[in-house]
């Protein structure tokens, strides 16, 4: 018995989607935070030339491995394995099981995180959290068991139920869900332009401080970041990938998703940095920065509640987006392993998993520290391992087979190399980075 999967109506329909598994927490806090701590515009020229690098060649392997294998996580690594003898395609397939896990146990906590934010949308809402001290508020169920379970379980869901026809289904709510969200940050940045002491913030973030890329730890970041922010985990872009149709060059789709993606990590920094600035707040200041000091700001200023509605329903969108990825690609590869279970029985199953774990870790000191394992020692062991995979293991024709399959331009030699002796050197001094110097990307 076959699994059969849908696919992409659309280029655009893919690359909304691509990017909506993209755009995340990451974007928000994450990459202002790391612009914040690390010379403004000069982490942004070292972000960007490793995210044309990541793109060109990490992002569109992944992406043409999983159309070539018609399938997720664990199918796509017993292919690239199988290419040297069909005895390693078994171990590539149980080694696929990592990358696989890191998506999942990343959900369980992402998940946590959107909770917090519906509960602040539903709180702007009615109004209370305008009046509210916003560090008490946090506090109040950030650090208490079992506070947001009603979000918690509309999240997961939800979420659950837009992955209920496979591609299509992603497809048509990210074609709602990221110009919403796009829209909605270009209105908060507009906004945030005409607050006391922004300009301090724009200088900030575009004019470089030069000296800092003298300091090996600010490319370090910017690697990070680059290598993160675009998904590229070993794992989740591959699902996306076996659902694009062989008409569709991988390298232009894999730009697309990572201008967009890059656009949003901007569009959010023009938001943070600025406010920060005219406040005289932290600007790396993590989660708190979202469920603090935004709110506090928001208390502030003319129309604030309409704005943190505002705020709040971008995040959802960009939440609900990227766990949809996570969700899906461990659906996906269940349903190659387990063709006899249905889709719904796959959800199910998620669903069990998700809050029969998720609900026991709401506290920050739990899901937290949760974030932090996963981060440090999953996701970058995962990551390096699909990269190895496709430049190191695969056979060199069969992947660049797959990367020419639409394209108006053969890729060869060069882009290979890039691959072999750019990508993945850089995952690999990632993962050394975060194993031994435990830190969290």
Same mark, same amino acid.
């Given at each position: *018995?076959?699994?059969?999967?849908?696919?992409?109506?659309?280029?655009?329909?893919?690359?909304?989607?691509?990017?909506?598994?993209?755009?995340? *927490?990451?974007?928000?806090?994450?990459?202002?935070?790391?612009?914040?701590?690390?010379?403004?515009?000069?982490?942004?020229?070292?972000?960007?030339?490793?995210?044309?690098?990541?793109?060109?060649?990490?992002?569109?392997? !992944?992406?043409?491995?999983?159309?070539?294998?018609?399938?997720?996580?664990?199918?796509?690594?017993?292919?690239?394995?199988?290419?040297?003898?069909?005895?390693?395609?078994?171990?590539?397939?149980?080694?696929?099981?990592?990358?696989?896990?890191?998506?999942?146990?990343?959900?369980?906590?992402?998940? +946590?995180?959107?909770?917090?934010?519906?509960?602040?949308?539903?709180?702007?809402?009615?109004?209370?959290?305008?009046?509210?001290?916003?560090?008490?508020?946090?506090?109040?169920?950030?650090?208490?068991?079992?506070?947001?379970?009603?979000?918690?379980?509309?999240?997961?869901?939800?979420?659950?139920?837009?992955?209920?026809?496979?591609?299509?289904?992603?497809?048509?709510?990210?074609?709602?869900?990221?110009?919403?969200?796009?829209?909605?940050?270009?209105?908060? @940045?507009?906004?945030?332009?005409?607050?006391?002491?922004?300009? !301090?913030?724009?200088?900030?973030?575009?004019?470089?401080?030069?000296?800092?890329?003298?300091?090996?730890?600010?490319?370090?970041?910017?690697?990070?970041?680059?290598?993160?922010?675009?998904?590229?985990?070993?794992?989740?872009?591959?699902?996306?990938?076996?659902?694009?149709?062989?008409?569709?060059?991988?390298?232009?789709?894999?730009?697309?998703?990572?201008?967009?993606?890059?656009?949003?990590?901007?569009?959010?920094?023009?938001?943070?940095?600025?406010?920060?600035?005219?406040?005289?707040?932290?600007?790396?200041?993590?989660?708190?920065?979202?469920?603090?000091?935004?709110?506090?700001?928001?208390?502030?200023?003319?129309?604030?509640?309409?704005?943190?509605?505002?705020?709040?329903?971008?995040?959802?969108?960009?939440?609900?987006?990227?766990?949809?990825? *996570?969700? !899906?690609?461990?659906?996906?590869?269940?349903?190659?392993?387990?063709?006899?279970?249905?889709?719904?029985?796959?959800?199910?199953?998620?669903?069990?998993?998700?809050?029969?774990?998720?609900?026991?870790m709401e506290p920050i000191y739990k899901w937290g520290?949760? *974030?932090?394992?996963?981060?440090?020692?999953?996701?970058?062991?995962? @990551?390096?391992?699909?990269?190895?995979?496709?430049?190191?293991?695969?056979?060199?024709?069969?992947?660049?087979? !797959?990367?020419?399959?639409?394209?108006?331009?053969?890729?060869?030699?060069?882009?290979? @190399?890039?691959?072999?002796?750019?990508? +993945?050197?850089?995952?690999?001094?990632?993962?050394?980075?975060?194993?031994?110097?435990?830190?969290?990307?």
């Amino acid at each position: *018995m076959t699994h059969k999967h849908s696919k992409f109506g659309s280029k655009w329909g893919f690359i909304l989607a691509a990017v909506g598994s993209a755009v995340g *927490m990451a974007n928000v806090w994450g990459f202002p935070a790391k612009l914040g701590s690390n010379g403004g515009g000069a982490f942004l020229v070292a972000y960007l030339i490793f995210i044309v690098l990541f793109s060109v060649v990490g992002l569109s392997a !992944e992406y043409a491995i999983g159309r070539r294998a018609k399938t997720g996580t664990l199918g796509s690594y017993q292919l690239a394995w199988s290419t040297r003898t069909p005895s390693l395609g078994k171990a590539g397939g149980i080694l696929g099981w990592l990358p696989l896990a890191g998506s999942l146990c990343i959900a369980l906590g992402y998940a +946590v995180i959107i909770a917090y934010v519906l509960k602040a949308f539903v709180q702007s809402m009615t109004g209370t959290l305008m009046t509210a001290d916003t560090t008490q508020w946090f506090q109040s169920f950030s650090f208490t068991e079992y506070s947001v379970i009603p979000f918690h379980i509309i999240v997961v869901v939800g979420t659950l139920l837009t992955l209920l026809l496979g591609a299509r289904s992603i497809e048509r709510s990210n074609k709602i869900i990221m110009p919403l969200f796009f829209l909605i940050f270009a209105v908060l @940045a507009i906004r945030v332009a005409f607050l006391p002491g922004a300009a !301090e913030g724009y200088r900030f973030l575009f004019q470089p401080d030069w000296s800092y890329l003298k300091d090996p730890m600010t490319w370090v970041w910017a690697m990070g970041q680059a290598f993160f922010s675009l998904s590229i985990t070993g794992s989740g872009m591959i699902v996306y990938g076996a659902y694009l149709s062989n008409k569709e060059d991988v390298v232009h789709v894999a730009v697309r998703t990572a201008l967009f993606d890059t656009i949003a990590a901007l569009v959010a920094a023009l938001v943070i940095i600025p406010a920060c600035f005219a406040y005289g707040l932290d600007v790396g200041a993590g989660p708190s920065l979202l469920f603090v000091t935004l709110p506090r700001i928001l208390q502030d200023i003319p129309f604030g509640r309409l704005f943190a509605i505002i705020l709040y329903a971008a995040m959802i969108f960009a939440g609900v987006s990227s766990l949809q990825n *996570m969700f !899906e690609a461990v659906a996906e590869s269940l349903l190659h392993k387990f063709p006899r279970l249905s889709r719904k029985m796959v959800l199910a199953l998620l669903c069990v998993i998700c809050l029969g774990i998720g609900l026991h870790m709401e506290p920050i000191y739990k899901w937290g520290p949760w *974030m932090d394992i996963v981060s440090i020692y999953i996701i970058p062991l995962g @990551a390096t391992l699909g990269a190895f995979s496709w430049f190191w293991i695969m056979k060199k024709e069969d992947l660049l087979d !797959e990367v020419n399959k639409g394209s108006g331009r053969p890729h060869g030699r060069l882009w290979y @190399a890039l691959g072999r002796f750019g990508y +993945v050197p850089c995952a690999l001094l990632l993962c050394c980075i975060a194993l031994f110097l435990k830190i969290a990307f």
